[in-house]
């Protein structure tokens, strides 16, 4: 079940994001806007979600959370985007990776 939103997961809605991977659940998160589309089974479903909502394709990037470990990361085909400096599927900017790592500690506040 993909959720998309601007306020931080409830307990409720974690239990339905691991659905997918039970152990890990992606994410694409807006960092101008701030919102979170989480729980896909493929980035790029949560990636067309927020593009459909008006999202710019630049302000959108990919990774994820580790329940077990809770940790995050920063890995995903949809980073790939040379136009935008970054050439792997991890976030090379450290700008970007740091609003992303906040965004998720905000998002997954009840896991992290």
Not at 2 to 14: A, N, V, W, Y
Request: charged share 30%.
């Amino acid at each position: 079940m993909i959720i998309t939103k601007s306020e931080p997961f409830t307990k409720d809605e974690l239990i339905k994001l691991k659905e997918v991977f039970d152990v890990y659940i992606k994410t694409v998160i807006d960092i101008n806007k701030k919102v979170c589309s989480a729980g896909m089974d493929r980035h790029f479903e949560g990636e067309q979600m927020l593009l459909n909502q008006g999202s710019k394709q630049s302000d959108l990037w990919g990774g994820g959370v580790d329940l077990e470990t809770k940790s995050i990361d920063f890995n995903s085909f949809i980073n790939i985007r040379p136009n935008d400096n970054n050439t792997s599927n991890e976030i090379q900017d450290i700008e970007i990776r740091n609003k992303y790592g906040e965004l998720m500690s905000f998002f997954f506040q009840e896991v992290l």
